[in-house]
């Protein structure tokens, strides 16, 4: 096969976008993240995320999310296909900011977690996860 | 999907008044996450609970947004306040539209 000048520039192309989906991947959790918090900016402090240092089976990681004063707390995994997990949105009568599941990890990553605290501001903690096996199947 | 769904609910039968309860549910459903490819590499569609809320008596414990990074079998775990003697009323939508509901009563003593 001969390489003409068309072929180089697809080929041009085709490494191009290759590099950009990362970056787009990046902008999906941030429009996630600006969707939640409304642009405020995301500090540190009452948030904790328990989570596995290595997880065998990424099909099921448990992890325990806990804050003192949190209204929301809003789970994102930064590797997998949509970066989404869960918001919980603690009631009345919830006896403490606290919830734990168990989530799929796609690979090795690091899972964040951003609190809506009462007076309007917002934190984050993060953990790096290290999965043997991916949980997204195909 | 709305075949084979059951949830399971582990709640205390008494408690004193005001007192913190840990509440474990969980309910038996596949989460297809709409990722994965059948053997002829078609999508298979994502077929979810997106949403558990769990009540006392009217008024909100907590309420939750899942996506299809929840686990298959979603389980959660969190904490309730115990006012007065009453029921749980715990709720699960599915992506098809169907809703599971289970109660649990509990006295205070």
């Known amino acids: ?138 | 999907m709305a075949s084979g769904v059951k949830p399971r609910v582990k709640v205390p039968k008494t408690a004193a008044a005001g007192e913190a309860i840990t509440i474990k549910t969980l309910i038996s459903h596949k989460m297809e996450s709409g990722q994965r490819k059948d053997d002829d590499g078609n999508v298979i569609p994502r077929s979810i609970i997106n949403r558990f809320t769990c009540d006392f008596n009217g008024e909100s414990v907590i309420d939750v947004v899942l996506e299809p990074a929840i686990s298959t079998n979603p389980y959660l775990e969190f904490e309730a306040l115990v006012p007065e003697t009453g029921e749980f009323k715990f709720t699960w939508y599915d992506d098809d539209g169907s809703v599971y509901e289970e109660t649990k009563e509990i006295t205070v003593g």
Request: with cysteine.
């Open chain 1, 1 to 138: 096969m001969e390489l003409t000048r068309r072929k180089a520039i697809l080929l041009g192309a085709g490494a191009f976008l290759a590099a950009g989906l990362p970056f787009r991947a990046s902008a999906a959790l941030e429009d996630k993240i600006a969707e939640f918090t409304g642009g405020a900016e995301v500090g540190a402090g009452d948030i904790q995320l328990t989570a596995p240092e290595i997880a065998e089976n990424g099909n099921t990681v448990p992890i325990e999310v806990s804050s003192d004063t949190a209204d929301e707390i809003m789970v994102l995994a930064l590797g997998n296909p949509t970066p989404s997990v869960a918001t919980f949105k603690f009631g009345k009568l919830a006896a403490s900011r606290t919830a734990s599941t168990r989530i799929r990890l796609a690979g090795t990553q690091d899972v964040i977690a951003i609190a809506k605290l009462p007076d309007g501001s917002f934190v984050q903690a993060t953990s790096t996860v290290k999965v043997t096996i991916g949980g997204c199947g195909g």
